[in-house]
């Protein structure tokens, strides 16, 4: 649906909801490693690039590999960037995490294999059973050299053919995910993210037929309207209408399931968030005390359930817009 919208008032996002949003028993540790990118793509809400030097210090790491060991509940450990295979600590991570029984995910750009260094990393995924989640905005070369830059999608193209020469995407141990993300709007006429299922479908026929590249899942996330993709916005006015186009694509059935409920948000510098897009916005999770939290203080306190309420703001109305949007795609 195809929707132009006028400046109006927005409904702040919690009184949008029936009950205050509470945090559930968290199963997944999501790591941001850092702000090193060896892209810089004009979506990126974490403003990545090759310049950035912020990266997860060793004693960070050290307390989060106790968190992951002493924490059962931790069921899948989510290693985000940047590129988080350039970042400090990915490798102990990964370690730590698959000796402890977790599922890792892995969210890779796929052109880093081609970096000089980095060559050996399909088969470090492979050996270590990781859940590659692929960023791969659209099946077409030209949408994603537009958002990622020249030759990207051709080294893409490569980076898939060798994850599935390894068995990704064929075996069912080796799982393959794509995401897609829509254009960045350029005029006010908003649409809603497709719908995952008949894009999967299209993605799969088209990969196959071209380059003979399978995978699982495919992801559609919105964009939401923080880091590069508010500038760009903003820079055409266009950063309030998106938001009141989002809010009237409220979706009600999408918000038991927000990621934000059952994860945590870990940055370089150990601080917790509920989410990627809170930790990028600097909005910090909380006690009900209003006690801001590190990594450090959890494993003082000896739990991971000690956060009440979600941090929520206006951009949340991006994951409760149309299908709802989260790291793992569509929600409805
Ligand atoms: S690959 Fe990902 S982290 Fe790197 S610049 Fe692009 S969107 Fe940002
Ligand atoms: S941005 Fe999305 S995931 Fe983050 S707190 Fe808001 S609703 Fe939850």
Redesign the pocket.
Known sequence: MITSIQNTQLTP?AEKLDQP?TKQPISVLQINLGRRCNLACSHCHVEASPKRTEELSPEICEQLVEVIERFPQIQSVDLTGGAPEMNYGFRPLVEAARASGKEVIVRSNLTIFFQPGFEDLPAYFAENQLRVVASLPCYLEDNVDKMRGQGVYDESIKALQWLNKLGYGRDSDLILDLVYNPPIPTQADFSATPAQEPLEQAYKAHLHKHFGIVFNHLFAITN?PIGRTKFHLQHRDLHQPYLSFLEGEFNAATVGS????NQLSVDYNGKIY?????QMED?PAQTPEGEKLTVSRLLELGSLDVIGK????D??Y???AGCG??CGGSLV
């Open positions: 996002f949003l939401l927000l990621m934000c409920r509920d989410c990627d897009f809170n909005i979600v941090q929520t703001d951009f949340c991006g994951c409760t949007s989260s």
